[in-house]
């Protein structure tokens, strides 16, 4: 959990009715940080010590978490902005905009870690053949878009770097195989939806395979 209370008496029951709300249909990390600014909102305050506003500080977290959640839940609402700050004071504003701040921190570092704790020279390694690309790939995708593709798996190593296979399955959509084959129904990974969005390609997760 991002945030502590100790006595969650303390918590406005409006706040813990929306905050109970917010988290239906939510992942387990999602509905921890949406608690977690609830809470903070509701039972600290400090001083703001940042210009950006509220605004573009959820536009932000919104945005990170987009492109590290999975792709079925990719454009499920975050709740955040289900919040009223209008009556707010400004240490209210500041407790929640500080908090914003730590959660898009938090997510970004989550995202940079190594993919199921692979070691660096395995990471390493395999970040070498996907430059290389020694992988198949469908002749119907850019080089362009393979090299965008590739530069989001360097720059989000939590997913799989064993790149197998890009698939095409339309000009903004691409299908990605990653893991290991050892042999005859001997092997596993994961399966990744590239999208292109506003100008990015964005590696989403779509699962793992077994054999």
């Not at 509701?42 to 210009?51: E, F, Q, V």
């Not at 390694?125 to 850019?142: L, N, P, Y």
């Not at 959509?173 to 990744?192: D, Q, S």
């Amino acid at each position: 959990m991002f945030f502590e209370v100790e006595n969650l008496s303390s918590v406005p029951r409006d706040v813990y009715r929306s905050a109970t709300k917010t988290m239906e249909g939510s992942n387990m990390k999602l509905v921890a940080t949406t608690v977690a600014l609830f809470l903070a909102f509701a039972c600290t305050s400090l001083a703001d010590d940042g210009t950006e506003s509220l605004e573009t500080l959820i536009s932000k977290l919104e945005t990170v978490i987009s492109r590290t959640s999975s792709d079925h839940s990719r454009n499920d609402p975050s709740g955040f902005r289900d919040i009223d700050f209008s009556d707010a004071t400004p240490k209210e504003i500041g407790t929640a905009k500080k908090k914003l701040r730590e959660m898009i921190a938090e997510w970004n570092a989550d995202a940079k870690k190594p993919f199921r704790g692979l070691k660096p020279k395995l990471l390493a390694a395999a970040q070498k053949q996907m430059r290389a690309r020694e992988f198949d790939c469908d002749s119907r995708i850019d080089d362009k878009h393979v090299n965008a593709i590739i530069a989001f798996f360097i720059n989000y190593p939590s997913l799989d770097p064993r790149i197998l296979s890009l698939r095409f399955v339309d000009d903004k959509t691409v299908e990605i195989w990653t893991g290991e084959v050892r042999g005859p129904l001997n092997g596993e990974g994961m399966r990744y939806i590239a999208r292109f969005e506003d100008g990015d390609w964005i590696v989403r997760s779509a699962g793992c395979w077994i054999s």
